[in-house]
């Protein structure tokens, strides 16, 4: 159900620049702040980007986010093995309901 | 900081009533909005609800038939209700705090996996 797209999977090697798109529409992405979630295996999600580009306290900068229009962007420069996690976008619709993207499993080469 | 935890039943029976409720310790439930987030195995992060600390709610379509949540201000807690559960409804469910509503969930509760079974 959910209306924000994601690639299912990305990778690189360690030092690399990894990019994950988010596709949604006018009324959720194209109106509302976008933001990104970390998931690790058996843990709870970390907030990593939030309103589109801004990094909670401890949260290393080699992660930006950037937003265009009806799609959002999650970048990870300097890529550690530590980072191999799933990553999801999340943003309000104006349906009056949040909604989450598909998710991007990050695997370190 | 601010710590949320998740309690209730891990197994719940077909077609009955999903409780679980989220204790938030080291700060207060007021002027927040509170959030119910799911994932079934092997699949993604769905958006249950919240409902904000003046009580006013906003849930999943899919789900608004069967959720309600709730605040108990004086325990610190809110709580999610699922009624009508079937097996679709297994998942690990996770509560939040959302600030001001735009999926900005920090922080997360540990997670609960409910299991629909007989």
């Known amino acids: 159900q959910s209306v924000l797209t994601q690639p299912p999977s990305a990778s690189g090697t360690p030092g690399q620049r990894v990019t994950i798109s988010c596709s949604g529409s006018s009324s959720n992405i194209g109106s509302n702040p976008v933001n990104w979630y970390q998931h690790l295996p058996g843990t709870a999600p970390k907030l990593l980007i939030y309103?589109?580009?801004q990094r909670p306290s401890g949260v290393p900068d080699r992660f930006s986010g950037s937003k265009s229009g009806t799609s959002a962007s999650l970048a990870i420069s300097g890529l550690r093995s530590e980072d191999e996690a799933d990553y999801y976008c999340a943003a309000w619709d104006d349906s009056l309901m949040g909604v989450f993207g598909t998710g991007t499993k990050v695997t370190v080469l | 900081q601010v710590q949320l935890q998740e309690s209730g039943p891990g197994l719940v029976k077909p077609s009955e009533t999903l409780s679980l409720t989220c204790s938030v310790s080291?700060?207060?439930?007021?002027?927040?909005?509170w959030g119910w987030i799911r994932q079934p195995p092997g699949k993604g992060l769905e958006w249950i609800g919240y409902?904000?600390?003046?009580?006013?709610?906003y849930y999943n379509p899919s789900l608004k038939s069967r959720v309600t949540m709730s605040l108990d201000k004086s325990k610190n807690q809110f709580s999610l209700k699922l009624a009508s559960v079937t097996a679709a409804d297994t998942a690990v469910y996770y509560c939040?705090?959302?600030?001001?509503?735009?999926?900005?969930?920090?922080?997360w509760g540990q997670g609960t996996l409910v299991t629909v079974s007989s």
């Open positions: 409902i904000s600390y003046t009580a006013s709610s």
């Open positions: 309103s589109n580009n």
């Open positions: 080291g700060g207060s439930i007021n002027n927040y909005y």
């Open positions: 939040a705090r959302d600030h001001g509503g735009w999926l900005q969930f920090d922080p």
